[in-house]
């Protein structure tokens, strides 16, 4: 098997490891939610909080639709560098993740993970359907 036959399976994987955390996230988000909290806290505070996280949450969903969508097109499955970077950023956000759900780590630590691990494929993706769709290139 081939390094790009095998790399886009891990790749297609990974996403979807990462998709599922961020859902797991979405539905049990209260632990982290108070985990970014003071001992006393207010309703009001909380909402906040709560509404930062959904936000973030919703940001992570639509980088994931735009990810999916060039590579079920076709505009980057083949893509070496591609493939490694998404690979690479999405099995790292999946580790990091855990954590956060796990340990319940605060909600800034959140934004940081999906700057690097989700905003950066996406980028690269946007790139891609630019280079494909505007200049007409060919994929590689």
């Not at 998709?19 to 909402?47: C, G, H, M």
């Not at 990091?96 to 605060?106: G, K, N, R, S, T």
């Not at 940081?112 to 690269?124: E, K, N």
Request: with cysteine.
């Amino acid at each position: 098997m081939s390094a790009i036959s095998s790399l886009v399976p891990a790749r297609f994987l990974t996403i979807i490891a990462h998709l599922v955390i961020v859902i797991t996230i979405f539905w049990s988000r209260e632990n982290n939610v108070k985990a970014s909290l003071p001992l006393e806290f207010t309703q009001e505070q909380y909402d906040s909080e709560d509404q930062k996280l959904v936000v973030a949450l919703a940001v992570t969903l639509g980088l994931f639709a735009i990810e999916l969508s060039g590579f079920f097109s076709g505009v980057s499955m083949f893509n070496c560098s591609q493939g490694l970077l998404s690979t690479g950023a999405h099995a790292s956000a999946s580790v990091a993740l855990l954590f956060f759900l796990f340990e319940q780590w605060e909600l800034d630590i959140y934004w940081a993970i999906l700057a690097i691990c989700s905003v950066l494929p996406a980028v690269v993706e946007i790139i891609l359907f630019v280079g494909v769709f505007g200049l007409k290139k060919k994929p590689l």
